[in-house]
């Protein structure tokens, strides 16, 4: 089970939105695809998730079940909580009875109360909404999660939760996730390996490893390594933030570098 | 299924705020019943002489058998809109030239006062069921045609983005997804095109057949019965406020229960 994309490229007209992207993503790995806006991360998650054509390269998706969850929640207005959550289920051709007890029982693992389960979209709070679009995904037992920043309008308590829950899941699940997303933080915490995106055409021109395990990494772990993230001349480049970062070395073509206090190597693929 | 839970659920409320339609009506009926008395009843009869006769022409077994002719024209020529507009509607709205080209067209469809299709009517079909029928259907068509175009072309592609991402099957695409949306567009236009053609035919009639509500009313105002053709109005406008409230209200209401429930 591995997801191999290869000299992926993307046009819209005239524009090369994505060109030349390699990537490979095995069983059980979390990878984060960070970039400034416009780079091309959304463009090439609807790629790999086939709702869109290359225009050149080729992806092989070995998963099965693969969940998507997109920026917005994306619920059906017209259907309740729990018929939502039971989207994928029914699909799949899953009987009524059967579909409704996983359904529920998903969703009140994710936090929602019985009640919610009776409501309609928009009776429910933008978290509320938030939780069933995850609930859709993980009620599927993806084998793969493709995340489409679907935190970033959420406060930060309620993102801490959700971060909480979604790494349960993939951990006890040994599921792979593949999270697109600009905020750093957000990648340090749920991701094994960063690739940093840059525009015009989208492609990748650093990726960072990050060694310490997923289930071991306290806040302020998180808090040193995303400093020390930005501080990458890619990044900073990617992002625009002026200046050279002070505390890393700069790196180029293939050196390790340290991200975080020794306990996070990266290795910058040097691109022309 | 727990639409219809919520909606057996919200009858008492909707009985309950049946009192306040109820208040207002009896108001109209006071101003009704104040005017009679200052301009006397051959100019406007009360209502209470207005129900009398209303009765009188029930109980003589004259109403029915013309409220019958009357609905079965409004009936088919809402019928035809119906269909014709939907199906045209929901075609148009998919393509998008089609829609820019329909739209100055619907634009003079709407704008054509029914008035001039009636006397087209009456030059092609002459007097008979086919000049109301016509002119109810030619008047419905651009409301629900309009509705209809306006649901096919306001589908979400992030919705249909979840159907592909969720792997559902085209059918269930079609009535989980796309069905609804329409839907919820199609079923206000239809009932403000059903509103249109009970007032379409009536007019119709006046002019163009021997039966029908619309007759009688033109046979009452020949003989100066002021009280005869209020009644008939009365006829009519009733008929429309039940149909309204007790069948497509509720109807509307669990229709769209996913946009109005509390």
């Known amino acids: 089970m591995t997801l191999r994309v290869a000299g992926l490229g993307r046009r819209f007209g005239l524009a090369d939105v994505l060109a030349d992207i390699d990537l490979e993503l095995p069983a059980g790995e979390s990878v984060a695809l960070v970039g400034p806006s416009g780079c091309g991360k959304t463009t090439l998650l609807n790629l790999i998730a086939g709702l869109d054509r290359p225009s050149a390269g080729r992806i092989d998706n070995g998963y099965a079940r693969p969940a998507c969850v997109f920026q917005q929640p994306r619920l059906l207005p017209w259907q309740t909580t729990l018929d939502n959550i039971a989207l994928g289920l029914k699909a799949a051709g899953m009987a009524r009875r059967e579909r409704e007890r996983r359904a529920a029982a998903m969703g009140l693992r994710l936090g929602l109360a019985d009640a919610d389960l009776d409501k309609f979209p928009h009776q429910l709070s933008g978290g509320m909404q938030s939780r069933v679009a995850l609930a859709r995904a993980f009620v599927l037992e993806p084998d793969l999660l493709l995340l489409d920043e679907p935190f970033s309008a959420l406060d930060v308590g309620l993102k801490a939760e959700l971060y909480a829950l979604l790494l349960g899941e993939i951990a006890a699940r040994k599921a792979s996730l593949l999270t697109i997303t600009h905020d750093l933080m957000e990648a340090v915490r749920l991701s094994d390996r960063i690739l940093m995106m840059a525009p015009a055409p989208g492609r990748i021109v650093g990726e960072y490893r990050l060694e310490r395990p997923r289930g071991q990494r306290d806040e302020g772990w998180i808090y040193r390594t995303t400093a020390a993230f930005m501080d990458e001349p890619a990044v900073r480049a990617g992002f625009g933030l002026p200046g050279q970062g002070g505390g890393a070395a700069a790196a180029d073509g293939g050196s390790v570098v340290a991200l975080a206090s020794a306990s996070a190597a990266g290795r910058t693929k040097g691109r022309a | ?262």
């Not at chain 2, 001039?116 to 629900?144: E, R």
């Open chain 2, 1 to 262: 299924m727990k639409l219809l839970r919520a909606w057996f659920a919200g009858i008492p409320a909707y009985l309950w705020s049946g009192w306040g339609a109820l208040a207002s009506l009896f108001m109209f009926l006071a101003l009704w019943d104040w005017g009679s008395q200052i301009y006397g009843d051959l100019v406007l009869p009360s209502p209470l002489a207005t129900f009398a006769q209303l009765g009188a022409l029930v109980d003589a077994g004259a109403a029915w058998p013309e409220l019958a002719v009357t609905a079965k024209r409004a009936l088919i020529g809402f019928a035809l809109s119906l269909a014709v507009g939907s199906v045209l509607g929901l075609l148009a709205g998919l393509s998008m030239t089609a829609s820019m080209m329909s739209r100055p067209i619907v634009t003079v469809l709407v704008g054509m006062p029914p008035i001039a299709w009636l006397v087209l009517a009456l030059l092609w079909f002459g007097a008979g069921d086919a000049t109301p029928v016509f002119t109810v259907f030619i008047a419905c068509f651009p409301i629900v045609f309009v509705g209809a175009l306006q649901g096919a072309r306001t589908l979400d592609g992030q919705l249909k983005d979840v159907a592909r991402a969720y792997r559902l099957p085209l059918r269930m695409t079609l009535s989980d997804v796309y069905l609804p949306h329409v839907v919820s567009y199609l079923f206000p236009a239809w009932i403000a095109a059903l509103g249109m053609s009970w007032k379409i035919v009536v007019m119709a009639e006046l002019l163009a057949t021997p039966d029908g509500v619309g007759a009688a009313l033109a046979v009452s105002r020949a003989h100066l019965d002021t009280a005869a053709s209020m009644a008939w109005i009365a006829a009519v406008v009733g008929l429309l406020l039940a149909v309204e409230y007790l069948v497509l209200e509720p109807i509307k209401r669990e229709v769209e229960g996913w946009r109005t429930a509390q």
